[in-house]
């Protein structure tokens, strides 16, 4: 089993900063890319950013330059650090881990979800 364990989320002033982090842990036995994405009440969920096991990371358009995701693979730990937050930053935030565990002695990929926390940027 594998879990997803979100946190730091909350309420927050335009302009302001936030920090999420998630923690995957379980019967893991590599973990390719993890990102996180966001759903805001009445649309669907979108792509916020992603970072692959090098490194190498990928932001939509409306965050480039506020956001930075990063993550310790030691510790298989993703987080995003979230700077000049607008209002339409407000969104339930969803941790993803594209990874590898050991089922029945055979090593299978799964794609997991966190169980999502709530980001409120206030105007």
Do not use: H
């Not at 692959?52 to 330059?65: F, L």
């Not at 941790?95 to 089922?103: E, F, H, K, R, W």
């Amino acid at each position: 089993q594998v879990q997803l364990v979100e946190s730091g989320g909350g309420l927050v002033q335009t302009g302001g900063s936030l920090r999420l982090s998630c923690a995957a842990s379980g019967n893991i036995f590599s973990i390719n890319a993890m990102g996180w994405y966001r759903q805001a009440p009445g649309k669907q969920r979108e792509l916020v950013a992603t970072i692959t096991s090098g490194g190498s990371t990928n932001y939509a358009d409306s965050v480039k330059g506020r956001f930075t995701i990063s993550r310790d693979n030691a510790k298989n730990t993703v987080y995003l650090q979230m700077n000049s937050l607008k209002p339409e930053d407000t969104a339930v935030y969803y941790c993803n881990a594209d990874l590898s565990t050991v089922i029945a002695g055979t090593v299978e990929e799964y794609d997991y979800w966190g169980q999502g926390t709530q980001v409120t940027v206030s105007s």
